[in-house]
């Protein structure tokens, strides 16, 4: 089946087939930045915005992309310059291996579409869908409180 939507800002129109899962087919477009971790809903790394909100893409097929508006990490930074979520996550060095990486920076995104000044619990709630394995979160926490008002 065609799935029209928009990607990044990009009109698009694309053959998927029924039983293929948002995540394979963002992958297979091109946007490796939507990582495959558990392929549970548990882990977040495939994380992406659909009409403003986070989800996880292996519970999505890609049929059910049609219509709506997708961002991934590859549509965040415009013209070279970064967004002020992957600036504050690189200047706090808020990333070890980078594998969840792409997943939180959605789901911080999505928090700061919402909510553009949030208490440090309240981003705590924005991430519980995501874990890392490597930083601890206190780093995480502390870019997203820097890319704050500025996204
Ligand atoms: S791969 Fe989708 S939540 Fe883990
Ligand atoms: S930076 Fe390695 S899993 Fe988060």
Known sequence: MIVRFKLN???ME???AE????LDFLRRIGM?????GCGEGECGACTIIVNGK????CLMLAAELDGTEVLTTEGLSKKGSLDPIQEAFADIGAV????CTPGMEMSAKALLIKNSNPSVEEIKKGLEG???RCTGYFKIIDAVKKAAGKS
Do not use: P, T, Y
């Open 9 to 11: 800002g990009e009109l």
């Open 14 to 16: 694309e053959n998927v």
């Open 19 to 22: 039983d293929e899962r948002a």
């Open 32 to 36: 490796k930045s939507v990582k495959e």
């Open 54 to 57: 986070n989800v996880v893409s």
């Open 96 to 99: 070890q291996c980078g594998f």
């Open 130 to 132: 995501n874990l890392c």
